[in-house]
């Protein structure tokens, strides 16, 4: 669906593009064919190799800040002595997706950063997710033999929506106890996580990307993007061809 969006943009003849990759490597013809048509590209998340301008986040990070979430629930509401008194250590359960670079290498922070804290039981889901209905189909397996997790870390919102929908119907559960964290941000997923405040959603934080700083102010994500997008429109872009955005962690908000 996201090429036929941008062959779709391309046949309108538009003069800048800005993509948000689902896959990084399906959609480098798509921009080889939109700058062939002297169309400027911009990439906003991950690298795909081909663009005009990209602006990019540390995956690796995003990854352990995904598990400092978990961590964070997990010492508010159980006991961290495990060793000493006896006690079962809580147990996580990691859903991750690897097929590209960017991928790996935020799952690859979310398992080193809980697997360094050590006070944690992990259980990483046999099958990988990436979208809603494949997340769903996974946590239905994954809680047949593990229904005493407490956290479930996800590779991206789309897979934390569709584990929250998989618990959330779920009977005889204590969704007080339960957090499911994962990165990526909208307006619909805040709408989620506040909806958490009161259990009406176990999917309690995710990582944004809040923007860049160019030449030493720090402006926002959409701030960031149509400046750059009219640069390229009135010929007189300057910021050069990487930005490195910012990150931070969302939880629910009171409105």
Request: hydrophobic share 40%; proline share 2%; with cysteine.
């Amino acid at each position: 669906r996201q090429i036929e969006q941008i062959e779709n943009f391309i046949a309108m003849d538009v003069k800048a593009l800005a993509i948000m990759p689902i896959d990084p490597y399906n959609v480098q013809p798509a921009i080889r064919k939109a700058q062939s048509r002297g169309i400027e590209v911009l990439i906003a998340g991950t690298d795909t190799l081909r663009y005009d301008v990209m602006m990019y986040m540390d995956q690796y990070l995003a990854g352990k800040m995904i598990s400092e979430m978990g961590i964070e629930w997990l010492t508010e509401n159980y006991s961290m002595d495990a060793e000493n008194s006896g006690e079962k250590k809580p147990k996580v359960i990691i859903i991750r997706a690897t097929t590209t670079v960017d991928m790996a290498n935020r799952s690859n922070g979310i398992m080193d950063k809980m697997e360094g804290w050590g006070k944690a039981e992990i259980v990483v889901a046999t099958a990988e997710a990436q979208s809603t209905a494949a997340a769903t189909k996974v946590m239905e397996n994954m809680w047949q033999q593990n229904n005493d997790a407490v956290v479930i870390l996800c590779y991206n919102a789309d897979a934390a929506l569709g584990v929250n929908e998989y618990l959330m119907w779920q009977s005889g559960i204590n969704r007080a106890q339960l957090a499911v964290f994962s990165a990526d941000w909208s307006p619909e997923i805040q709408e989620v996580l506040n909806a958490s405040l009161n259990n009406k959603s176990l999917f309690r934080g995710t990582i944004k990307a809040v923007g860049p700083v160019i030449r030493g102010k720090e402006i926002s994500f959409e701030e960031a993007t149509y400046g750059i997008l009219k640069g390229f429109v009135e010929d007189n872009y300057t910021w050069g061809n990487r930005i490195f955005n910012m990150i931070q962690k969302r939880y629910g908000e009171r409105n």
